[in-house]
T-cell receptor, first 112, second 114 residues
Framework: EDQVTQSPEALRLQEGESSSLNCSYT??????LFWYRQDPGKGPEFLFT?????EEKEKERLKATLTKKESFLHITAPKPEDSATYLC?????????????WGAGTKLIIKP | KAGVTQTPRYLIKTRGQQVTLSCSPI?????VSWYQQTPGQGLQFLFE???????NKGNFPGRFSGRQFSNSRSEMNVSTLELGDSALYLC?????????????FGSGTRLTVV
């Protein structure tokens, strides 16, 4: 069964303290892996797409990487405004309906 | 550029009632997908409409239904509400609806069933 697991469930960091969020997946052929950010009271906002192992994408203090079994979202020198829930989703090649399978998210809190 | 608009933002309903939620997608987007989000769960896919036709459906009971109008606006209906239906309902619009990077989400409707 296709599955996406995110860890940790919650992460508290001091401003400037770098860390990584994990998204592990089991899917029969990866079409794409997507990272979204969700702020309280809002819908998810797209961050990155990764398609193949070894691929990396960067945006400001965030960098997403992909292996054959997992993806990491690295956050470097975070600021309080980076506080949000980060969601990971995968799309399987075998799924002709192109459905996304979502992880439960990691709630990131950056303390000033 | 206007975003995805969901109305109402909050709803409180009683068990057994029915509810209709509305989603207006970004202008030009023909695909609208609906998701249920509950604490500790990932987003659960309800269904997708494309050009007024339901193209995909998730594993939800028949109490959950939807439709899409010719202007791409979509409505979702839940009949015979249960306590477990309390959730944030999100809609996402996209041009084609088949790529996970192309979704723009609304802010959601928070449904509480009492």
């Amino acid at each position: 069964e296709d599955q996406v697991t995110q860890s940790p469930e919650a992460l508290r960091l001091q401003e400037g303290e770098s860390s990584s969020l994990n998204c592990s997946y089991t899917v029969s052929g990866l079409r794409g892996l997507f990272w979204y950010r969700q702020d309280p009271g809002k819908g998810p906002e797209f961050l990155f797409t990764l398609y193949s192992a070894g691929e990396e994408k960067e945006k400001e203090r965030l960098k997403a990487t992909l292996t054959k079994k997992e993806s990491f979202l690295h956050i470097t020198a975070p600021k309080p405004e980076d506080s949000a829930t980060y969601l990971c989703a995968v799309q399987a090649k075998a799924d002709s309906n192109y459905q996304l399978i979502w992880g439960a998210g990691t709630k990131l809190i950056i303390k000033p | 550029k206007a975003g995805v608009t969901q109305t109402p933002r909050y709803l409180i309903k009683t068990r057994g009632q029915q509810v209709t939620l509305s989603c207006s997608p970004i202008s030009g987007h023909r695909s609208v997908s609906w998701y249920q989000q509950t604490p500790g769960q990932g987003l659960q896919f309800l269904f997708e409409y494309f050009s007024e036709t339901q193209r995909n459906k998730g594993n939800f009971p028949g109490r959950f239904s939807g439709r899409q109008f010719s202007n791409s606006r979509s409505e979702m209906n839940v009949s015979t509400l249960e306590l477990g239906d309390s959730a944030l309902y999100l809609c996402a619009s996209s041009f084609l609806g088949q790529h996970g990077a192309g979704y723009t989400f609304g802010s959601g409707t928070r449904l509480t069933v009492v």
